[in-house]
């Protein structure tokens, strides 16, 4: 603001009125997503670890020896009603570089996703994309056994495109 006599006013153009609430409505979301921690993001990832850290102890270190017996997708399995499968699967994963991979994807894209939509909604959504990419997987696979978080990640990049 410029020194102007007394009474006067000084005239903005309503673009730059409407831009300078715009910044300050960014910097207050901003301050907003700096200040909370992703919990359930890490929660999630903890979760993977862990699930992984028990298929190398039963596994005797290969992680693929107990993928069935701890809940792989398996199309007869869940035709015939082992329905959890569809969850314990985005559990699993068929080595180092296959969870190492997934749990980063998931850190990158589940930290933002759930900064703004909150940590409900973003597990609800991992967990829905989750068995929403195990169902496609039922639809296009007759036989043989899958693992992994990529449903859930897919569904976090689709929200992640959307919310960005």
Request: proline share 4%.
């Amino acid at each position: 603001m410029t020194d102007r006599p007394t009474g006067e006013v000084e005239l903005r153009h309503p673009v730059d009125v409407r831009i300078e609430r715009a910044l300050e409505a960014f910097e207050a979301q901003r301050a907003i997503l700096e200040r909370t921690r992703p919990w359930a993001t890490i929660g999630l990832a903890i979760a993977i670890a862990i699930v992984f850290g028990m298929q190398l102890r039963w596994g005797s270190g290969d992680p693929l020896a107990p993928l069935y017996a701890m809940g792989s997708l398996v199309p007869e399995e869940v035709r015939s009603g082992a329905w959890w499968r569809l969850i314990s699967s985005a559990f699993l994963h068929a080595g180092w570089s296959h969870v190492a991979f997934n749990v980063m994807a998931l850190w990158i894209l589940g930290s933002f996703v759930e900064k703004v939509l909150g940590a409900r909604r973003m597990v609800v959504l991992v967990l829905a994309s989750a068995i929403g990419g195990n169902l496609a997987s039922l639809a296009v696979h007759d036989a043989g056994q899958s693992v992994g978080a990529s449903g859930g990640v897919w569904g976090l990049l689709g929200a992640g495109a959307v919310l960005g």
